[in-house]
């Protein structure tokens, strides 16, 4: 059984910065991306960065230049630290990973609960 637990999310002046960050936990062979996504109320849900094994990582454009996803491989975990924060970066974020769970198994798609953040005065 595997999961993804999330912690860091809240509320933050617009402006302001926060850190999400996610472990995935259990049986693990191996884990090819780590990311998140969110979902606003009334939104569909979102990518809103990846990173692969390798480090290679991808942004979507509201959010390049003020966010940065980083990952340890050693420790299964993914951070996302999330800085000039603004009214419209406000939802729920979850964290979401693409694993093998054992070495003969195919790749599954795994998500964490659900952080919220949100950017308020």
């Known amino acids: 059984q595997v999961q993804l637990v999330e912690s860091g999310g809240g509320l933050v002046q617009p402006g302001g910065s926060l850190r999400l960050s996610c472990a995935a936990a259990g049986s693990i062979f191996k884990i090819y991306v780590m990311g998140w996504y969110r979902q606003a109320p009334g939104k569909q849900r979102e990518l809103v960065a990846s990173?692969?094994?390798?480090?290679?990582?991808n942004y979507v454009d509201s959010v390049k230049g003020r966010f940065i996803i980083s990952r340890d491989n050693a420790r299964n975990t993914v951070s996302l630290q999330m800085n000039s924060l603004k009214p419209e970066d406000t939802a729920v974020y979850y964290c979401?990973?693409?694993?093998?769970?054992?070495?003969?198994?195919?790749?599954?798609?795994?998500w964490g609960q659900g952080t919220q953040v949100t950017v308020s005065s």
């Open positions: 979401n990973a693409g694993l093998q769970p054992e070495r003969w198994m195919p790749m599954y798609t795994y």
């Open positions: 990173i692969t094994s390798d480090g290679s990582t």
